[in-house]
C-alpha cells in the first residue's frame, strides 16, 4: 500500500507498506548485488546506518550460490539475516551489460555466464521464478535494457516485447503467489518503463504499462550514457503518465544531486552503486562536496570526514587514519568510507523527506546543491 503524505510541488513525500515493514520515501536502497554490500559491510551494519531497504540481484544470485539454496536457506531475508525490505532486481540489465554472447528472442535471451561461461537462458517466467526463490519483498519485471544509443525502430521493437514480457512476468507472478512453497506469497511486481530518451514511446509505454496496475513502477534505461539534461528532461515527461497513486522508482541513479533533481520530478525510490564504489575507492561525499582521501593534505588531518556525521567512521577516527588505513591496503579503510558514503546518502534522504513535510523542498534543494559545489575541504 502506497500512501502520500504531503506533496510539495511535484516533489512527494509517503508510506509504503509492505510485508516486511514500512519504507518512508524518497528512499535510498542500498545495493547489495550478491546479498551483501560491497566492502565488507554486514545486514547489522545497515540498520546502524539507517538502511529501509536492501537490493539485491537476481542474476547475480542465480548464478552463485543458487536461487535453489537460498530458498533451501529460507530465503534472502533469513540467508542474510535482514528483516526490512528487500528488492531485487530482474537480472535484465546484468544480461544486456555482462554477458558477451547474448541472443534475444521472443521467449527471453540465451547468453553465457560471466562466471563459467556456461548456457543460460532466461525469460520473464524463469526471472519470476528465481526472484520467487529469493522471497525478496519487490520483485522487478524483465526487460530489455535497450543500447544506447540506439535507433527509433531498435528501440520501438524493444519496447512491444518488453511490454509482452511484462504481461508474462504478472501472470508467472500471480501463478507462483498461489503455490504451497512459495515462501513469500505477498510479493509484489514492479514494471519498469524503457524507450531511452524518445519521449513519446516513453510516455506511450507508460499508459500502457499503468493499465496492468501493478504495485510500482520503475523509469528504466537511464543513467547509461544520456546526458543528465536528457535524463532530466524524460523523468519530468514520463512520471506524470505513471500512476501518482503508486510508487515511482528511478533505476541506478545516481549522485547525490541527481536524486534531488528528481526527487523535485516526482520520483520516490533509487538505488546506486555510487556511494559504496566510490567508497572503496577513497572517495567519500560531504556536504561541500566529494574528498579523495588518498589526497596528502588530509596525511596529518585528526578531522572526521565530516564534522557533525554521526556514521561509524566520523564518530571514531580521524581523516588521517583512515587515509593510512587505505594507503596500507587494509580493509578497514574500504569499509569505513562505505560506511560513511551509504549514511550520507540515507541521512539527505531523511533531510528530504522532512524538507517535503515542511513544504521547503526547493529551499533544501538549492542550500544543498550550492553547497555540494563548495569543495572547501
Known amino acids: 500500500m502506497y500512501k502520500i503524505i504531503k506533496k510539495d510541488g511535484r516533489a512527494k513525500r509517503a508510506e509504503v507498506t509492505t510485508v516486511h515493514g514500512v519504507i518512508q520515501t524518497p528512499v535510498f536502497m542500498n545495493v547489495g548485488t550478491a546479498a551483501a554490500i560491497k566492502g565488507a559491510v554486514s545486514a547489522i551494519d545497515l540498520k546502524e546506518i539507517k538502511t529501509q531497504v536492501e537490493l539485491s540481484n537476481t542474476y547475480h544470485l542465480h548464478v552463485r550460490p543458487g536461487d535453489e539454496i537460498v530458498k533451501k536457506m529460507g530465503g534472502l531475508h533469513k540467508f542474510m539475516n535482514w528483516d526490512k525490505p528487500i528488492l531485487t532486481d530482474s537480472g535484465g540489465f546484468q544480461v544486456f551489460s555482462l554477458a558477451g554472447l547474448r541472443k534475444i528472442k521472443e521467449e527471453g535471451v540465451y547468453f553465457q555466464s560471466h562466471i563459467d561461461g556456461r548456457k543460460i537462458f532466461m525469460g520473464p517466467e524463469e526471472s519470476m521464478q528465481i526472484q520467487s ?43 507462483l503467489n498461489s503455490l504451497e512453497d512459495t515462501i513469500n506469497k505477498n510479493q509484489w511486481l514492479f514494471g519498469i518503463n524503457q524507450g531511452g530518451v524518445f519521449e513519446d514511446i516513453r510516455i506511450e509505454h507508460a499508459k500502457r504499462i499503468s493499465e496492468l496496475d501493478l504495485e510500482g513502477y520503475a523509469l528504466g534505461g537511464l543513467a547509461v550514457g544520456e546526458s543528465h539534461e536528457e535524463m532530466y528532461r524524460i523523468i519530468e515527461e514520463t512520471v506524470p503518465y505513471l500512476p501518482e497513486n503508486k510508487p515511482t522508482y528511478l533505476m541506478g541513479v545516481g549522485t547525490p544531486a541527481n536524486i534531488l533533481e528528481a526527487v523535485d520530478r516526482g520520483v520516490d525510490f ?18 561541500h562536496g ?62 528530504i523527506r522532512l524538507a517535503i513535510e515542511e513544504q521547503r523542498y526547493q529551499s533544501y534543494k538549492k542550500s544543498k546543491l550550492e553547497g555540494f559545489e563548495s569543495e572547501n575541504n
Open 133 to 175: 526463490n529469493l522471497a525478496s519483498t519487490i520483485a522487478m519485471a524483465f526487460d530489455e535494457c535497450a543500447p544506447h544509443p540506439c535507433t527509433r525502430e531498435y528501440m520501438e521493437d524493444s519496447v512491444a516485447r518488453t511490454v509482452r514480457w511484462l504481461e508474462r512476468c504478472k501472470k508467472e507472478m500471480d501463478r
Open 290 to 351: 566529494k574528498l579523495n582521501l588518498f589526497n596528502a593534505k588530509y596525511e596529518t588531518d585528526d578531522r572526521p570526514i565530516e564534522e557533525g556525521c554521526g556514521c561509524p567512521a566520523c564518530k571514531n577516527h580521524s581523516r588521517a587514519y583512515i587515509r593510512h588505513l587505505l594507503k596500507a591496503k587494509e580493509m578497514l579503510g574500504m569499509r569505513l568510507c562505505v560506511l560513511h558514503n551509504l549514511y550520507f546518502y540515507n541521512t539527505m534522504m531523511e533531510e
Open 270 to 287: 533509487f538505488d546506486c552503486v555510487y556511494p559504496s564504489r566510490n567508497g572503496r575507492h577513497g572517495h567519500v561525499y560531504t556536504n
